[in-house]
């Protein structure tokens, strides 16, 4: 089975988040980037095949140099070979024009994405790259199973989970579930040296014309401080929620 | 042309998040000049959606698709939106739409965005505000394709009520190939779930053990809320992973989020941030959660939390 993950280059969950040139650009200035939590999960299940079911592992991202040591470090848990297609993430639908175009190319039978990235939160790329390379989707997907060419997941709905059964290609986008948090690999020594090593192919992306376009950020006004009530006064609490929130 | 909006339905029912969809349609379709028109899948009265702007409904009825299926759905919503002429077309932010629009818009070749907060702010550049680092920050965002389709963040637009009435069309689209088929669903169905709650009640590690949820379902009962916990609550096993909040959990966007024994770590910051009004009960008054929250209780939830479902009991009693 040929698996390929895809893996999104974001800021690490603690990062301030500020914005520079007129607030049109993400300011990366002393910001760590992470491999995606969502994503995280989904390298560690394709560890998993590839070790129990023999399968070859490849990382992709869409992104300029400064993403390699993202890639480097899912090589260093393990993939085999990693493919970095050289152009800017500039929207969700033209990320998954570029991976679909590497999904062509390499003809892999699983596809695992995470179910959104904690930059932009569109959650739209799994979805796309489904529908733009016509495999079967299965999405919020909290475990997999592969059997020959026929896959059964349990995806997680509002207020319950489904399991569901389908076939390769497949993609799914992944979660937390798909490996327990506890499982998640850290790159040991011998790991970051591996990789070094491996395969990190750079490929030109195809011609896209961006659907959406991003014309500058705000952030939220600041939060006034907390009123503090007494708990032997909640009729207080009621009071507030009901005449000042409006919420009950 | 008209504005086309999915309207989700459960058992025939429809969903909260489908009349504020609707209510989003009305404001964009008033922004254009043009009229509104909702597509429905075995829902059994859409008369109703009248009340939120629709103008006319395609009704579609199959058994085919009594179980949610993306694939399927994605379909016959553009099939939907072809035969209306749709330019613009709007989603929920629901488990089930942010799983079929990706599909949808590659069918439409339209430009998408997600987690939108406000009607646009323009309809030609067509720009609209959504939210993006978890919460952490907003994005204008414009769309520069002809077709346009847009995921409404849940809580975020609100109910708008109109006094028109809906025509109703039956509309019988192709149904696909699935591809996906789906096997069994475990889904407690008495509960109200954190997607679709405009008050969520969740509880932290401070409650000690599975056994004290009693007054946090209690509370919830009395709200007409959600359940919902913190991270290492479901790693404990303490609650189900669906009612993990947090940055790998789920997103809330109540109006009204109870955060009971939780201290507040990022993570669980980032997956509340969009709720209106947080309260924050803990015995720590150091907890990092007091800075995120606008009323807070300092004090042990094993005594607040049963007199506070006294006092709302009393107060639902005088309304």
């Excluded at chain 1, 500020?18 to 491999?35: A, L, M």
């Excluded at chain 1, 990693?82 to 062509?104: H, P, W, Y």
Aim: glycine content about 8%; hydrophobic content about 40%; some cysteine.
């Amino acid at each position: 089975m040929k698996i390929l993950v895809c893996i999104s280059h974001v800021p690490d969950t603690t990062s301030k988040i500020n914005f520079t040139e007129g607030d049109t650009k993400f300011d990366t200035n002393g910001v760590q980037f992470v491999i995606n939590p969502n994503d995280e999960f989904g390298l560690t299940r394709a560890m998993w095949f590839k070790e129990k079911q023999g399968a070859s592992v490849t990382v992709v991202n869409v992104g300029g140099p400064e993403t390699e040591p993202t890639l480097r470090k899912a090589l260093a848990i393990g993939a085999d070979e990693a493919i970095r297609v050289n152009t800017e993430a500039i929207d969700g639908f033209a990320v998954a024009k570029q991976l679909s175009k590497v999904i062509e190319d390499g003809g892999y039978d699983l596809v695992i994405a995470g179910r959104e990235s904690i930059d932009y939160n569109g959650g739209m790329v799994p979805g796309m790259i489904a529908g733009l390379t016509n495999a079967n989707f299965v999405n919020n997907c909290i475990s997999l199973e592969v059997e020959g060419t026929n896959a059964t997941a349990i995806r997680e709905i509002d207020g319950g989970k489904e399991t569901v059964t389908t076939s390769l290609p497949l993609v799914i986008g992944g979660q937390k579930g798909l490996v327990e948090e506890s499982d998640l690999r850290i790159p040991n020594m011998r790991g970051i040296m591996m990789a070094r090593k491996k395969p990190l192919q750079v490929v030109e992306p195809i011609a896209t014309e961006a659907e959406t376009s991003s014309i500058k950020f705000e952030k939220p006004a600041p939060k006034g401080a907390v009123t503090l009530v007494s708990p032997d006064n909640l009729d207080e609490l009621v009071n507030l929620l009901h005449n000042e929130a409006k919420v009950i | 042309m008209s504005v086309l909006v999915y309207t989700e339905s459960e058992q025939g029912k429809f969903k909260k998040v489908a009349l504020e969809v609707a209510s989003y349609a009305k404001a964009v379709a008033n922004q254009l000049g043009t009229t509104v028109t909702a597509v429905t899948i075995n829902a059994s009265d859409a008369s109703i959606l009248g009340n939120y702007g629709v103008d006319k409904v395609l009704n579609v009825t199959n058994e085919q698709l009594d179980a949610f299926n993306a694939k399927a759905y994605a379909d016959v919503i553009k099939q939907a939106a072809e035969k209306e002429d749709a330019k613009v077309v709007i989603v929920s932010s629901s488990a089930d739409s942010k799983y079929l629009a990706p599909l949808l818009a590659v069918g439409l070749h339209a430009g998408y965005a997600t987690n939108v907060i406000e009607a646009p702010s323009s309809t030609s550049p067509f720009t609209v505000k959504r939210t993006a680092f978890t919460n952490k920050a907003f994005n204008i965002t414009t769309i520069n394709t002809d077709v346009k389709l847009v995921a409404v963040s849940n809580n975020s637009f609100g109910l708008v009520e109109n006094s028109g009435s809906a025509s109703a069309e039956d509309f019988a689209p192709a149904i696909p190939e699935f591809g996906v088929h789906v096997q069994s669903v475990d889904k407690a169905s008495d509960k109200v779930s954190i997607a679709d709650a405009e008050i969520v009640v969740s509880a932290g590690r401070g409650l000690k053990g599975p056994e004290n949820w009693g007054m946090i379902e209690e509370l919830a009962d009395v709200l007409g809320a959600a359940t919902a916990c913190s991270k290492p609550v479901s790693d404990l096993g303490w609650r189900p992973h669906s009612e993990h909040v947090g940055q790998t959990g789920k997103p809330v966007a109540a109006n009204l989020y109870i955060a009971i024994g939780i201290s507040g770590a990022i993570q669980h910051l980032a997956g509340i941030n969009a709720s209106k009004v947080k309260v924050v009960i803990n015995t720590d008054p150091e907890a990092p959660f007091f800075k995120a929250a606008d009323y807070g209780v300092v004090g042990d939830a094993f005594e607040v939390v049963p007199a506070l479902i006294e006092k709302l009991k009393a107060f639902k009693a005088q309304q």
